[in-house]
């Protein structure tokens, strides 16, 4: 039996500053903004590609706003990521690999290409260049 991880809540204080951002910024597609009931809205959002999705809403989770920290997303081409989301106006880091422990600087080798952002709550992203998908 095959276990997919559908959704990640991922934990924000304006609903519709967040779907904003991930709409207009990261390039996620909105797959519904939906009130369930009084307190309650699920706002669905699914990075380009991705089968997985995250939900920012109301009334989901008693997590802390910007307490999601590690998401992770793969790219094929991280230069060109890293320009996409510039272009969109996200604050993203240079590319950088890990060395000794710490992140550096420009491109690292398989698996070791990475920029990182956070949405405007401060939940946290790294984009990774996955080889052969190039």
Same mark, same amino acid.
């Given at each position: 039996?095959?276990?997919?991880?559908? +959704?990640?809540?991922?934990?924000?204080?304006?609903?519709?500053?967040?779907?904003?951002?991930?709409?207009?910024?990261?390039?996620?597609?909105?797959?519904?903004?939906?009130?369930?009931?009084?307190?309650?809205?699920?706002?669905?959002?699914?990075?380009?590609?991705?089968?997985?999705?995250?939900?920012?809403?109301?009334?989901?989770?008693?997590?802390?706003?910007?307490? #999601?920290?590690?998401?992770?997303?793969? #790219?094929?081409?991280?230069?060109?990521?890293?320009? @996409?989301?510039?272009?969109?106006? +996200?604050?993203?880091?240079? +590319?950088?690999?890990?060395?000794?422990?710490?992140?550096?600087?420009?491109?690292?080798?398989?698996?070791?290409?990475?920029?990182?952002?956070?949405?405007?709550?401060?939940?946290?992203?790294?984009?990774? @260049?996955?080889?052969?998908?190039?």
């Amino acid at each position: 039996m095959d276990w997919k991880l559908e +959704v990640v809540v991922v934990p924000v204080t304006d609903v519709d500053r967040a779907k904003l951002f991930y709409e207009e910024q990261a390039g996620f597609r909105v797959d519904h903004d939906s009130r369930i009931r009084d307190g309650v809205r699920v706002v669905q959002l699914t990075p380009p590609g991705s089968p997985c999705s995250i939900v920012v809403g109301t009334g989901l989770t008693e997590a802390p706003a910007g307490s #999601v920290k590690g998401l992770q997303l793969v #790219v094929p081409d991280i230069d060109r990521a890293h320009a @996409e989301l510039v272009a969109r106006g +996200v604050e993203v880091s240079p +590319v950088q690999h890990f060395e000794d422990g710490d992140r550096v600087d420009g491109r690292g080798g398989l698996w070791n290409s990475f920029v990182f952002f956070s949405d405007p709550d401060g939940n946290g992203w790294a984009v990774q @260049e996955a080889p052969g998908r190039r």
